[in-house]
C-alpha cells in the first residue's frame, strides 16, 4: 500500500533551520505532484509547497516563499522541504501529500495520499 513517511521536524529558535523529509512508497513516486500542508492548533490545514512531477515546477504560500525550498528526488522517492529563517507562527504539524494529477493545486482536497505529519516547533 502506499506509504507517505515524514521526517525531520523539532524544537528550533526563531531564525533556524530545518530540512523535513517525505519518504514515498508503494506509488510511482516520480509520476507524483508532491505537496506540504501544516496544521497549527485551532487552525485549518494550509498549503505551504508544491512541486508538479512533470518539470518540477513549485509553488509557495506566500508565508514562506523566500524562505522555504521544496525539491524532490525521484532516485529516492524523496520530496524535501527545507525551511530557512523560521518563524513562531511556523509552528505547526508539517504533512507530506501526493497527487497524481499534473495540476498543481493548493487545495489538500484534490490530493490522494498523506503522511501521518511531523511535529515543527519554533520557539522565540
Known amino acids: 500500500q502506499v506509504q507517505l513517511v515524514e521526517s525531520g521536524g523539532g524544537l528550533v529558535q526563531a531564525g533556524g533551520s530545518l530540512r523535513l523529509s517525505c519518504a514515498a512508497s508503494?506509488?510511482?513516486?516520480?509520476?507524483?505532484?508532491m505537496g506540504w500542508f501544516r496544521q497549527a492548533p485551532g487552525k485549518e490545514r494550509e498549503f505551504v509547497a508544491g512541486?508538479?512531477?512533470?518539470?518540477?515546477?513549485?509553488y509557495y504560500a506566500d508565508s514562506v516563499k523566500g524562505r522555504f525550498t521544496i525539491s524532490r528526488d525521484n532516485a529516492k522517492n524523496t520530496v524535501y522541504l527545507q525551511m530557512n529563517a523560521l518563524k513562531p507562527e511556523d509552528t505547526a504539524v508539517y504533512y507530506c501529500?501526493?497527487?497524481?494529477?499534473?495540476?498543481?493545486?493548493?487545495?489538500?482536497?484534490?490530493?490522494?495520499?498523506w503522511g501521518q505529519g511531523t511535529q515543527v516547533t519554533v520557539s522565540s
Open positions: 508503494g506509488l510511482t513516486f516520480s509520476r507524483y505532484t
Open positions: 501529500a501526493a497527487d497524481r494529477s499534473n495540476v498543481l493545486v493548493v487545495a489538500g482536497k484534490f490530493y490522494d495520499y
Open positions: 512541486i508538479r512531477w512533470s518539470d518540477t515546477t513549485t
